[in-house]
């Protein structure tokens, strides 16, 4: 029986061992093998831009972790990197997903003709998977033209269309932000218009201020604590924590475990949801 246990276990560690190799090589087949051969093979185009470094594994994302840290644009490292004027495009990476950034307006102008007039969207993997339980859904529509003419009567039924009548509104709004500043105050102007921009469009589409209708909420932040917030700090927290976690590190590299949102953070980010 001893000898029995020990072959079992001497198995077992086998069967350990070869499925480590097996998934060390399909690591190392993904984030090298797969990037090198991108490189090697773009490098014959004058109009591509390179990376000098594959960056294993993170790719790009390690370039916009730094430019955060410094308080920089996070994609600010495209501008640096490459010249329009030079290259058409660049080669970039996330995790083990190879991504062609267009730089020039001609190559967006000749992507953009070979996209095709008739789009089979219901294939899209990024697609809203139940709206195909609705006919006529948007998301479902076979054609530029189709999409334009359902979003635009959408739009028509919230009244966008008819902006000028919100003109008083979108003043009111601004003003309040305005009233706030204190001469002295360092004022971040992306965030200010973000705030102007979320209060404009809740309360066109609620006519009030949202808060008089939703209560505080518990948010949960990323040490486990919860606090409460209001809407006007919620909604744009949620969507910072979900940006961030597409460019965090390990859910670029080792995306089907975070895909569900087994780990951090997107398991925070499934709890706040």
């Known amino acids: 029986k001893e000898m029995e246990v020990l072959q079992a276990v001497l198995a077992l560690c086998r069967l350990t061992l070869i499925c480590g190799l097996c998934f060390g090589t399909f690591l190392v087949y993904k984030f090298v093998v797969v990037p090198w051969r991108a490189h090697k093979f773009y490098r014959k185009y004058a109009n591509v831009k390179v990376p000098e470094s594959l960056n294993i594994p993170q790719g790009d994302v390690r370039e916009m972790d730094a430019l955060v840290r410094q308080g920089k644009f996070r994609f600010g490292f495209l501008y640096i990197d490459c010249d329009a004027a030079k290259y058409d495009m660049r080669l970039g990476r996330s995790g083990g997903t190879i991504n062609f950034e267009l730089m020039s307006p001609k190559a967006l102008q000749e992507v953009s003709n070979l996209i095709p007039e008739k789009i089979d969207r219901e294939t899209d993997r990024d697609g809203v998977q139940f709206a195909r339980a609705f006919l006529k859904s948007t998301a479902l529509k076979r054609t530029g033209e189709e999409y334009k003419r359902s979003r635009n009567s959408f739009l028509k ?89 597409v460019f965090y590190t390990r859910n670029q590299v080792f995306q089907f475990l975070f895909t569900k949102g087994w780990l951090f953070p997107n398991n925070i980010n499934e709890k706040n949801c």
Request: net charge positive; aromatic share 12%; charged share 30%.
């Open 157 to 245: 039924l919230l009244g966008f269309n008819f902006a000028s009548k919100y003109i008083p509104t979108m003043i009111d709004v601004v003003k309040e932000k305005v009233d706030t500043w204190k001469q002295g105050d360092k004022i971040d102007c992306l965030k200010e218009m973000g705030d102007v921009a979320l209060k404009i469009i809740v309360r066109i589409a609620f006519g009030k201020d949202i808060n008089s209708k939703i209560r505080e909420m518990n948010y949960t932040k990323k040490n486990g604590e919860i606090v409460k917030m209001d809407f006007y700090h919620f909604f744009p927290t949620l969507m910072r924590d979900f940006l961030e976690a």
